[in-house]
């Protein structure tokens, strides 16, 4: 593997064993690997900020939202001190105070960030989980071709697919010809090579429920209505950010978009990750803003307020405080007073960075023209609950946990996968 790509598998290995107890005994040999995710996650919420003033409650942020584990940030912050991504790193009694950063974008990030984890001589299974993982993103494999296909130590494989399969790092399809393996990440970066496989091979009910999600990008997830398409998501085949709703129920809300840029579906997948938490917290705002329901209209007035150089900020409002907590937390806001004398709302401002005003134009085509006309959460956006709710689950988590109740069937999948294993290019 390239450097690039290690670097890139890091953070995603850190995203599904984000599903696990932090705790677990199984995830020991696998220090190296989280250490290095956890940075490259950390790295898309401070891109852009320059200088942070205040560490600790970045530190308490990262943890709540990114899972960043508390005694790992000053770790985490020294793999990106070495790496020349932050200076002026300033400690008092142990504790990060401040420091400035300048994070390179994705190409730069990633290489950088996988050459520090081949410094840390990671262990056999960490090197060979990112190599699975990898392959399986492309591909599905057959398990009993598995350790062939990866040149794997066959000692060493129970231990993987218990960690990987436990994070949902790797799933499993049983068919009537074995079991296959594969990655949500497949599904996750091969968009429309999957929908292409649904269209040729699929059944009418999946090839409906999939042109559902195409005629509303952030589709609301009902396994009443659409029974198939809730067992891809739960398979990983479709990305579905999830938002708590007024009564603490998580809601998935799936997005297939078309991309007119690949490396948003690779290397630049943090970004588009950011845009599909704006849309399904937008979906959630359109369904479920209790006192402040967003119309249709309503949701892209938000985003083009935001976006407007000569304004970026939204009137106060007596929910905003609560509505927009997670998108301030995120970087993407900060609380102003309130413009009217005595007033004790907020006012929410934009923080007008790169990857935040992108994240915004990605959410805003995908609203009106179901594709990303201009141009996988890192999910440092899941802080942007636009709707009422003060949570956000990543697509790698809205899989796992989904999956508790709806499998894939090999009914209906099966055929997919066997004509995905057999294409020599994805």
């Not at 490259?40 to 320059?50: E, K, V």
């Not at 942007?384 to 090999?410: C, F, N, V, W």
């Amino acid at each position: 593997m390239e450097e690039f790509d290690e670097g890139l598998r890091c953070q995603d290995v850190h995203s599904g064993l984000r599903n696990l107890d932090p705790n677990s005994p199984i995830l020991g040999p696998l220090n190296d690997t989280r250490l290095v995710g956890m940075a490259a996650t950390l790295s898309g919420l401070i891109r852009g900020h320059d200088v942070i003033q205040d560490a600790q409650a970045l530190m308490q942020v990262a943890a709540h939202q990114l899972d960043v584990n508390l005694l790992s940030f000053g770790d985490v912050i020294r793999v990106l001190e070495d790496a020349g991504f932050v200076q002026g790193v300033q400690r008092r009694g142990g504790k990060i105070t401040t420091f400035t950063e300048t994070v390179p974008y994705y190409d730069d990030l990633y290489a950088t960030l996988g050459e520090a984890w081949r410094d840390r001589a990671p262990t056999e299974v960490e090197q060979q989980l990112l190599i699975v993982i990898d392959g399986l993103s492309k591909s599905p494999v057959p398990l009993e071709d598995l350790e062939t296909s990866f040149s794997l130590d066959g000692q060493a494989l129970p231990d993987l697919l218990e960690v990987a399969t436990n994070a949902g790092l790797i799933q499993t399809l049983k068919t009537i010809d074995g079991d296959v393996l594969y990655s949500p990440f497949f599904g996750f970066e091969n968009p429309a090579l999957l929908e292409s496989l649904v269209i040729d091979h699929g059944t009418d009910q999946l090839i409906g429920e999939f042109a559902a999600v195409r005629a509303r990008q952030g589709l609301e997830i009902d396994p009443a209505k659409y029974p198939l398409l809730t067992g891809a998501v739960a398979g990983g085949l479709v990305m579905a950010a999830s938002v708590r709703l007024p009564d603490g129920t998580m809601q998935p809300f799936a997005a297939m978009p078309y991309v007119s840029d690949p490396q948003l579906l690779t290397a630049r997948k943090p970004v588009l990750d950011k845009a599909l938490a704006v849309l399904a917290c937008l979906r959630c705002a359109e369904n479920y803003g209790e006192y402040n329901t967003l119309s249709s209209a309503g949701l892209i007035n938000v985003i083009d307020k935001l976006l407007d150089p000569y304004r970026g900020f939204l009137a106060p409002n007596s929910a905003h405080r609560r509505q927009y907590e997670l998108m301030r937390n995120a970087g993407l806001l900060v609380f102003g007073p309130d413009s009217k004398p005595g007033g004790t709302w907020v006012t929410p401002k934009f923080v007008d960075t790169k990857d935040n005003r992108e994240a915004l134009m990605l959410a805003r085509d995908l609203i009106l023209h179901g594709e990303l006309i201009e141009r996988r959460v890192d999910d440092a956006v899941a802080r942007q609950a636009l709707a009422s709710g003060k949570d956000y689950r990543a697509p790698m988590q809205t899989s796992h946990r989904i999956r508790q109740y709806a499998e894939p069937s090999p009914e209906h999948f099966g055929k997919i996968f066997e004509k995905a294993m057999g294409m020599s290019a994805l």
